[in-house]
């Protein structure tokens, strides 16, 4: 072994621990960012489980659509705003109409006790606002924005809420189709090492060429792992725009 091979050792070495003591920083970030999610403080352990895989949400892309537009608590809390709207509209215009009420009364004045000496009485009243300065039709007209404001907030949604449902199917197709390629990256990236460590061994390569298949095996087991991580997100983003995510049906 020359000395260059040794240095160039101690160099890839060095570059190691640097990546070492950035992986184990980038762990202990993503455990305290896990445990302010969770509302744990920052010293107390976190018990992590196995990585989990959604499965992917079954349905063509019209199935998963519509779905959504009936899961969806956010248009289900709009479509309810937009039916208050509706009342208060209602209830606005009724009050132009003519309102009549009825009411039924019975007395008893016997001079002694007893209910012999009883009396009805029957009346109705009949009003209407025949002109209230337009009090009335401004009011109508209010409430009427209102809902055509929550109509329009309510169709924008759905249309938003379609469109992300077909993005994050889109996207959890890709990760499925990426990960494919990953594992055969991964496969041939093996295969290269272990090729070019056999040649060294023989002295038919250099350490640089050893190191060089070394780190494009590392990189190929990272992308590997980004993307089963991005598989496994994109599963969980369509399944949080639908509608139905939930911890116990991941």
């Known amino acids: ?22 992986a184990r920083n980038a762990e202990a970030a993503a455990l305290n960012q896990l445990a302010l ?21 079954a349905g063509s892309p019209a199935d998963l659509r519509a779905q959504a537009l009936n899961e969806h608590a956010g248009l289900r809390a709009l479509r309810n705003q937009v039916e208050g709207a509706g009342a208060q509209v209602g209830a606005a215009r009724a009050s132009k109409k003519p309102q009549f009420n009825v009411m039924l009364r019975q007395d008893w004045n016997d ?17 209407w606002a025949a002109f209230d300065g337009g009090v009335n039709n401004a009011t109508i007209d209010r409430v009427s924005a209102q809902r055509s404001e929550l109509v329009a907030k309510l169709r924008q949604a759905e249309e938003g809420v379609a469109y992300q449902v077909t993005d994050a199917r889109r996207k ?16 041939q990236a093996q295969e290269a090492q272990r090729l070019v460590k056999k040649r060294y061994e023989n002295g038919m390569a250099t350490l640089i060429e050893v190191f060089g298949a ?10 590997l792992v980004a993307s089963r991580y991005e598989l496994a997100v994109n599963r969980a983003e369509l399944k ?8 116990d049906h991941l």
């Open 1 to 22: 072994m020359v000395k260059s091979d040794v240095l160039s050792a101690k160099v890839h070495l060095e570059d190691i621990k640097v990546k070492g003591v950035e």
């Open 37 to 57: 999610l969770m509302g744990k403080s920052l010293d107390d352990p976190l018990d992590v489980g196995e990585p989990v895989t959604p499965e992917l949400l």
């Open 111 to 127: 001079q002694n006790l007893g209910l012999d000496a009883s009396s009805y009485t029957v009346a109705g009243v009949l009003s």
């Open 172 to 187: 959890a197709l890709e990760a499925e189709e990426k990960i494919i390629a990953r594992e055969a990256g991964q496969t």
């Open 214 to 223: 070394q780190a494009q095996l590392d990189k190929a087991n990272a992308d």
């Open 240 to 247: 949080r725009v639908v509608g139905v995510l939930a911890a």
